[in-house]
């Protein structure tokens, strides 16, 4: 079945330092694919998409790349702020699957000022 | 103006007792789900259902009874409360089909400690 497999964390960094979120999936058909961000205490919020190979999502300065050759959406930033402190999660719907999205298991970022 | 609202925020009660989490949209989403996620934030989906009919249906225990009145709600009602239904629940809504993508809009979860 389709999976999404992320780095574990959590990931620490320092104000300005470049993040990259590693995240690869398997999948039977032709899926998008996502990055979710959770802040304490809330709810996920979409970050960015890619709904075909090589588009890139990006959004608040983050930026992700759809690479069919690989299965990877890794995502990335080139200068972290600590209010990027949060849970990121990765994850793909494929509509050969149904309605059923599948998400990774979270990458937790901290960032130190 | 919220997309989507769950209530209560936190609940907490005693092993054995039933309650429910409610959920409402106001985006016009024709799919709406409910996800458990664990003090180590793996989400696992539950339930979900398009246009008031159930669609997906994972292991969960039969306790656990999902009621759509209308496309704009999902309720959760959970009976015979156990500690390990202790979890953040997470209800989200979806129309798939619209951009090419199921994008996800997500409530803001319901915090729910058995003791």
């Known amino acids: 079945g389709d999976s999404v497999t992320q780095m574990e964390g959590p990931v620490t960094l320092s104000e300005e330092a470049f993040l990259t979120i590693n995240c690869t999936y398997t999948?039977?058909?032709?899926?998008?694919l996502f990055w979710y961000v959770q802040y304490p205490g809330e709810g996920l919020q979409l970050l960015l998409k890619a709904t075909k190979a090589d588009d890139k999502g990006s959004n608040k300065g983050f930026e992700a790349t759809y690479r069919k050759e690989t299965t990877s959406f890794h995502l990335e930033k080139g200068s972290v702020q600590v209010s990027d402190s949060a849970v990121y999660f990765c994850a793909l719907s494929d509509h050969t699957g149904g309605f059923k999205t599948i998400f990774g298991a979270g990458t937790r970022l901290f960032v130190k000022a | 103006d919220t997309a989507v609202s769950q209530t209560p925020k936190y609940l907490v009660t005693q092993m054995g007792n039933d309650k429910s989490i409610k959920c409402e949209q106001n985006l016009g989403h024709d799919t709406m789900y409910w996800y458990k996620q664990d003090s180590k934030k793996f989400l696992k989906i539950m339930f979900s259902?398009?246009?008031?009919?159930?669609?997906i249906n994972e292991t969960v225990p039969n306790r656990f009874s999902p009621k759509s009145p209308d496309k704009a709600h999902l309720n959760l009602h959970i009976n015979s409360l156990e500690l390990g239904d202790s979890a953040v629940y997470f209800c989200a809504s979806s129309h798939p089909g619209t951009s090419g993508s199921d994008e996800q809009y997500f409530g803001p979860g319901t915090r729910l400690t058995v003791t």
């Open positions: 999948a039977t058909g032709y899926p998008s």
């Open positions: 259902y398009n246009n008031k009919e159930l669609i």
